[in-house]
């Protein structure tokens, strides 16, 4: 859902073949995948082959099964892979340090950074052919800054961004051919996710943004994608280990 949708669509309607991954099964089949295979066939790509798996990220059995799944439905291996996986945990401005939670802590951490290890590990895996790929994970403007009452999301953010760094320094090195990595972190951006934050509604998100972004609106997933899109592809061939900050000016 939400920026995760966005790139499939566009990857979709750019010809690519495409696996979805979703914890929402229901939400995936019912929704997510007859929306980027109706991108496909309007843009004119009718023979574009899809994947979609319920996949929980904290399950190394669900993402090695997707990922295997992946490789043989589409006839080969993988160029590419955006990992936009993310929850906000229910502590999200509700819980200060003092009452951060053991099972909130460990469900965030293991979805945003966890998890996102683990697709990596099957994505590099994965991998085809001498020309190496891309990886694109999703960290956040938080992870690069610390917010009071979010300990666990801007922790999970913040090793986001070690763990591609550090991948790239690796990656990049591959005799098999090099993989690229980089990190995109966007700020405040409408989806699903920033709707179920603790207690703020979007109205109210959006008025204390004006207050911190330079361009005083909240993010459309659209404004994300075709920087995801510049890093997947040739275009970005000498770009790695990057982060990027797609926020508004919120960092100016």
């Not at 993310?86 to 009452?99: S, Y």
């Not at 590990?121 to 403007?141: D, K, L, Q, Y």
């Not at 800054?145 to 979010?150: D, E, H, K, T």
């Not at 920087?227 to 970005?236: Q, T, Y």
């Amino acid at each position: 859902s939400g920026i995760g949708l966005a790139i499939a669509t566009r990857l979709a309607q750019l010809g690519a073949n495409v696996s979805l991954a979703d914890a929402d099964e229901p939400r995936l089949l019912g929704t997510a995948l007859p929306a980027v295979e109706a991108a496909a066939r309007d843009a004119g790509h009718a023979d574009t082959q899809f994947v979609a798996r319920r996949v929980d990220v904290r399950c190394t059995a669900d993402v090695d099964a997707w990922m295997a799944a992946t490789v043989q439905s589409l006839g080969g291996g993988i160029h590419g892979a955006a990992n936009f996986a993310g929850v906000a945990g229910r502590d999200m401005n509700v819980r200060g340090m003092a009452d951060v939670g053991d099972e909130d802590w460990e469900y965030v951490l293991g979805v945003n950074l966890t998890g996102i290890m683990k697709c990596m590990r099957a994505e590099v895996r994965a991998f085809v052919g001498e020309g190496g790929g891309s990886i694109v994970n999703c960290s956040s403007i938080q992870g690069v800054l610390g917010v009071a009452m979010r300990e666990a999301y801007t922790a999970s953010k913040h090793g986001v961004v070690g763990l591609s760094r550090s991948a790239a320094r690796e990656l990049g090195r591959r005799k098999e051919g090099p993989i690229r990595v980089n990190v995109v972190c966007p700020g405040h951006i409408v989806t699903p996710m920033l709707e179920s934050v603790g207690d703020l509604s979007i109205v109210e998100q959006a008025d204390e943004v004006q207050h911190d972004t330079t361009l005083q609106r909240l993010g459309r997933t659209e404004e994300v994608v075709p920087l995801v899109i510049h890093l997947l592809s040739k275009d970005s061939s000498f770009t790695t280990g990057a982060v990027h900050m797609i926020d508004g000016g919120r960092f100016c």
